[in-house]
T-cell receptor
Framework: DAGVIQSPRHEVTEMGQEVTLRCKPI?????LFWYRQTMMRGLELLIY????????DSGMPEDRFSAKMPNASFSTLKIQPSEPRDSAVYFC?????????FGSGTRLTVV | DQQVKQNSPSLSVQEGRISILNCDYT??????FLWYKKYPAEGPTFLIS?????DKNEDGRFTVFLNKSAKHLSLHIVPSQPGDSAVYFC?????????FGQGTRLTINP
């Protein structure tokens, strides 16, 4: 198994642009999580899905952030419009029930 | 509000000595606690965990201690090795969610 695959690995964009981060979870994992890593707050949970259904999006910082999971093998996290304070590393993780496997992350820089 | 806190952003330890990483939490409903290790440009990987009904769990060089009354857990690494240099995240489980701390950067000096 290739593990959790995230793309792109790095993204540099200008303020105001739309950014889309992608994640392919491990096959058979029912749960998918989006986290954001910052120096101040560490790893923050943004949203998680169970069987493609969003369960808890209380960590999504603003309406500028949205996430979808159209099928069991793909999820996206979109930021529109992006702002410099969104610069961070975004991780996707999947889990069968317990036990997370993280992807390698997307480093987002908004200038 | 930060439910899981790691108050030491960094720690430096000499090779062969003991490394002790600390973590505090506020939510009594957490039922499991975990430590993750993260190398640069990689995602966090699971290291060791402990159930809330236990006070100690050991796996090789790694031991996690839980003090429920103090809402405190610690990770002991002994002896510390250069490959242990990484960022360590403490996490607590609530339902299906893991709540993470800010992380502690551990540096093992030769």
């Amino acid at each position: 198994d290739a593990g959790v695959i995230q793309s792109p690995r790095h993204e540099v964009t200008e303020m105001g642009q739309e950014v889309t981060l992608r994640c392919k979870p491990i096959s058979g994992h029912d749960y998918l999580f989006w986290y954001r890593q910052t120096m101040m707050r560490g790893l923050e949970l943004l949203i998680y899905f169970n069987n493609n259904v969003p369960i808890d999006d209380s960590g999504m910082p603003e309406d500028r952030f949205s996430a979808k999971m159209p099928n069991a093998s793909f999820s996206t996290l979109k930021i529109q419009p992006s702002e410099p304070r969104d610069s961070a590393v975004y991780f996707c993780a999947s889990s069968p029930r317990y036990g997370y496997t993280f992807g390698s992350g997307t480093r987002l820089t908004v200038v | 509000d930060q439910q899981v806190k790691q108050n030491s952003p960094s720690l430096s330890v000499q090779e062969g000595r003991i490394s002790i990483l600390n973590c505090d939490y506020t939510n009594s409903m957490f039922d499991y606690f975990l430590w993750y290790k993260k190398y640069p440009a990689e995602g966090p990987t699971f290291l060791i965990s402990i159930s809330s009904i236990k006070d100690k769990n050991e796996d090789g060089r790694f031991t996690v201690f839980l003090n429920k009354s103090a809402k405190h857990l610690s990770l002991h690494i002994v002896p510390s090795q250069p490959g242990d240099s990484a960022v360590y995240f403490c996490a607590a489980r609530e339902g299906q969610k893991l709540v993470f701390g800010q992380g502690t950067r551990l540096t093992i000096n030769p």
